[in-house]
């Protein structure tokens, strides 16, 4: 995001609550208003690799074990270690990257799989990534003391920093200077152009009108295979409350470009399909979005947890037995993923526990 030099910052904000502010109600009468400093700041959560933007704070190792096993460890393990909703976080590095800055395991031919810390390179992205979207099922939901905390102990559980370690805005550039990646930053592509575009700043955006003998069709640079397009479960019923991005409905092939719109643009919110159903599913459908529920179940598939028409095949008309499971959480019976407890009223859970007990018909 953009960031001023104070100083500017400060004659802008006075700028701004006089002259500026006039003369944009006369460019846009009625429409709109400056963004006040507050509402800037809740926007402008960035952290960049030298650090700018972290907000002061600190967090044990200990302390981001125990919101690890709380928050964390039902997507992504115990140890950082399941591929079971992601890629595996935790792996893969040994003491000596720890001394190159360089992961062995990258260039190996027998190492199964890449976890997150055998390829990030700087802290600032592990920090700044678990405060702005972990975890996936409540995204900003830590303070900044337990995504100093959860950092800490997933540095703990790489090995790079001791049991008794406390993370914190003071030490945190030391602790970079022991990323195991640190020195595999590649910069010859697009994402992080480094010198070898000579220059050219950002060559992703220099592209030049053809005007002659021009490539028919554009090439697509990345595309998701038709084999893993569903491979997840449908994404547009696995959508976080928050944010622009809405999944595809990928139980549907891919449209192509340039064929006719469907009525499921993209820029609508993407609830589960609940046209032509009954209210009673209707309402289950929407209570599943305000819980999301829907992150971790399909209706006939199992994502995280189980598909709520295998739920309902094996507990039939147990209503109350399905209520307390909801709002209790539990473990073991589906695998070894638990089901954290879930903050939905009585009523709410009869609501669901009911449609489910009835055989969860879509
Ligand atoms: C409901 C499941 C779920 C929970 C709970 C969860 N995560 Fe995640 N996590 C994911 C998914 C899915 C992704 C990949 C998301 C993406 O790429 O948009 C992810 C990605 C990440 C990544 C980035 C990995 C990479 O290589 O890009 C980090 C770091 C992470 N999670 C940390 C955490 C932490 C810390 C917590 C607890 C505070 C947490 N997660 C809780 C599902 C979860
Ligand atoms: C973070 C992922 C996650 C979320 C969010 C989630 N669940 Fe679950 N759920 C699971 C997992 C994993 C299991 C399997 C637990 C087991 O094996 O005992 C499960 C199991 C269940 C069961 C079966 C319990 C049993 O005893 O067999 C029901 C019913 C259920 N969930 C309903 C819901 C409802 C309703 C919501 C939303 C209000 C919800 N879940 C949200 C992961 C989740």
């Not at 090439?219 to 491979?231: E, G, H, Q, Y």
């Amino acid at each position: 995001m953009f960031r001023f030099p104070k100083t500017i910052l400060v004659s802008l904000l006075i700028f701004a609550s006089g002259f500026a502010a006039a003369q944009d109600a006369v460019k846009f009468p009625g429409v709109g208003r400056n963004a006040t400093p507050k509402e800037v700041a809740a926007w402008d959560i960035d952290v960049r690799p030298d650090f700018k933007g972290l907000p002061p704070g600190s967090g044990s190792v200990a302390d981001g074990q125990d919101i690890w096993e709380g928050k964390c460890a039902q997507c992504h393990g115990f140890f950082g270690e399941s591929g079971e909703v992601f890629s595996p976080l935790i792996g893969g590095v040994t003491k000596d990257d720890i001394k190159t800055g360089h992961v062995a395991n990258l260039r190996a031919t027998n190492f199964p799989g890449r976890t997150t810390f055998m390829k990030v390179a700087t802290l600032s992205t592990v920090w700044d990534f678990i405060n702005r979207a972990m975890p996936w099922n409540a995204p900003k939901s830590l303070s900044t003391n337990e995504v100093y905390a959860v950092t800490a102990f997933m540095l703990n559980l790489s090995g790079i920093v001791p049991d008794n370690f406390t993370l914190s805005d003071k030490n945190i550039a030391e602790v970079q200077k022991l990323m195991p990646n640190r020195n595999g930053m590649t910069t010859a592509h697009t994402l992080w152009p480094g010198k070898e575009f000579n220059g050219v700043k950002k060559p992703d955006t220099q592209n030049v009108a053809c005007m002659k003998d021009c490539a028919p069709e554009p090439k697509v640079a990345s595309f998701l295979p038709d084999f893993a397009r569903n491979a997840h479960g449908n994404l547009a019923e696995q959508n976080r409350m928050v944010g622009a991005q809405h999944g595809a409905d990928t139980t549907q092939p891919e449209r192509k470009v340039g064929a006719p719109a469907d009525t499921d643009a993209p820029s609508k919110p993407a609830a589960p399909k609940a046209d032509g159903m009954n209210s009673e599913t209707k309402a289950v459908l929407a209570l599943m979005q305000k819980y999301t529920c829907a992150a971790c179940h399909g209706i006939d598939k199992k994502i995280v947890g189980p598909a709520f028409m295998d739920v309902a095949k094996k507990y039939p008309g147990q209503v109350d037995y399905l209520i307390k499971k909801m709002q209790s959480g539990g473990v073991g019976i589906w695998g070894a993923i638990p089901m954290p407890a879930q903050k939905i009223t009585d009523a709410e859970a009869k609501t669901v526990a009911t449609w489910i007990a009835a055989g969860a018909i879509k």
